[in-house]
């Protein structure tokens, strides 16, 4: 699939997606996909800091348990309230569905991460393809 | 995001494959290494399944499983009876022939070796239907605690793809593909009858085959065992979801035949039953005749009574939110570690997150709170009654 280009990535398979200071957070299509049916987010609260390589929270799926990594270091602002009763979003819209959003502490960890060719590139070396 | 498995195109050498391996990785299932066995843990959504679809399929509808991981016992002879009685718990003299029990090989200290599922075949004649993963185990028991039994001992787990057909719908769709009459089959009995597969150019006929009205969905369903050799396995398979098309077939992985026998309180060994765990434990009298002849086993068994248990297996579900899961610690209101979790997953047609946990007595009751310790935190749960589901009687 083609990887909307408005944002950049990570090996974890999240998404950032900058405005200004703030950063929106999710997962990819490939992360939902891999998932399977999504049943739990577990996310960190308002106000929480999070650190560029940390885990912030958990998704679950009926069988397992991941982790979800922070992309960039920065305090949460904002998180998405809908994932609490319809985590189902996740899998039907992962690009649409922002998980948190956060203040950045330091705009030049943006540049570390991987454009959405890069991306697509690594998914498809990781498949083995 | 964690350690996500991707499906390679083809599984290690040394991994088990059954004879529809192919046909699961053409479908595009994702797989998984289950007790050395590379099976399908659910299909793609893109194809309208996933754990949930499948789940809700089979309690809807119909799905199918390719079960032939599973192992198969044959006791045959003029004690194969009085061998059956011997390593298993459950009373097979009530058996005629053409019906099937519950019921499990125990050890000397009444412990599981594994459960299984009796069949009498003939008049002496017993199929044993076993765990994948216990199959070599299960054989060189039975055949070690039987020699002083006259009755021929054989492994015939290779001989068979096995396929389980789950659901409302499952006696429609089977019913289509043979002229055995399914109406005349009751829950846990057997018939003979061919499955009959048609294509293009040829008839395929396949006589005598065993059709079992088992499962392990707690739905209605029945359980054919076909020749294994992988052109016959994938025709059945490919015809059954052909057919089964008019009734929403989907094929099923792991996936949901776990979370269906969870719902369905089924357990599953190496979790609510194992070596160190026995049948009071477990909650499986119902399916022990300690009044039939001497059964290895019983006497331990005796001894446990007396004795009186110290863990019980109960229903809980989760109250608060999070979802408890295989080997989480149960604690009590004050947080005290009081036993742990068999088995937990979110239950796709209750829609709750439930789990069965081993706790001391005293909290078994119905309606009684603990919790279950998610990533260090003690989250919410009530001790409930079980099966948690029960399918709706027919009207």
Partial sequence: MAYPTDRKYTKQHEWVKVVGQQAAVGITDHAQEALGDIVFVELPKVGADLTAGNSFGTVESVKAVSDLYAPVTGTVTEINADLATSPEKVNKDPHGSWMLKMSLRNAGEIGDLLSAAAYEQFVAEEGGN | ?395
């Avoid at chain 2, 195109?9 to 494959?17: D, I, Y």
């Avoid at chain 2, 004879?19 to 299932?29: D, I």
């Avoid at chain 2, 398979?237 to 099923?252: A, D, I, M």
């Avoid at chain 2, 829609?351 to 279950?372: H, Q």
């Fill in chain 2, 1 to 395: 995001m964690s350690s996500i498995e991707t499906s390679p195109g083809s599984p290690p050498a040394t991994v088990r494959k059954t004879a529809l391996n192919a046909v699961h990785r053409q479908m595009g299932a994702k797989m998984v290494d289950f007790n050395g066995w590379d099976m399908p843990v659910e299909y793609p959504a893109s194809i309208g399944c996933g754990v949930i679809n499948e789940h809700m399929a089979v309690r809807t509808g119909v799905g199918i499983f390719d079960v032939s991981h599973m192992g198969d016992i044959r006791l045959a002879g003029p004690q194969a009876l009085a061998a059956v009685q011997y390593i298993s718990m459950n009373d097979a003299s009530k058996l005629v022939v053409g019906q099937a029990q519950y019921s499990a090989l125990l050890y000397p200290q009444g412990t599981f070796v594994d459960d299984v599922i009796v069949h009498r075949l003939g008049e002496d004649e017993y199929l044993l239907v076993i765990n994948a993963g216990t199959r070599e185990k299960d054989f060189s028991w039975v055949r070690d605690n039987t020699r002083q039994f006259d009755c021929a001992v054989e492994n015939l787990s290779d001989d068979f793809t096995q396929i389980a057909i789950q659901g409302p719908k499952a006696v429609d769709l089977l019913q289509k593909m043979t002229s055995a009459d399914l109406s005349a089959v009751k829950f846990y009995w057997v018939t003979r009858g061919d499955i009959l597969v048609l294509d293009h150019s040829m008839r395929h006929h396949f006589g005598n085959t065993l059709i079992a009205r088992t499962g392990y969905t707690a739905e209605d369903g029945f359980e054919i065992y076909v020749p294994s050799d992988e052109a016959t396995s994938a025709l059945v398979w490919n015809r059954l979801l052909e057919v089964g098309k008019e009734f929403g077939v989907v094929p099923c992985g792991l996936g949901a035949r776990n979370t269906l026998r969870l719902e369905g309180k089924l357990p599953l060994y190496g979790h609510e039953i194992s070596d160190t765990i026995n049948v009071w434990e477990a909650g499986l009298d119902r399916f022990c005749k300690m009044d039939k002849p001497e059964f290895v086993g019983r006497a331990a068994l005796e001894k446990a009574k007396t004795d009186g248990v110290k863990r019980t297996l109960v229903g809980l579900e989760m109250t608060e939110r999070g979802i408890a899961r295989d080997g989480y610690k149960v604690m009590d209101e004050g947080g005290r570690e009081i036993g742990y979790v068999t088995s937990g997953s979110p239950a796709p047609f209750l829609k709750k997150n439930i789990a069965l946990a081993y706790v001391p007595p005293e909290f078994g009751s119905v309606g009684g709170t603990v919790k279950v310790e998610i990533r260090g935190q003690g989250v919410g749960a009530q001790v409930v009654p079980t099966p948690f589901y029960k399918r709706p009687k027919k009207a």
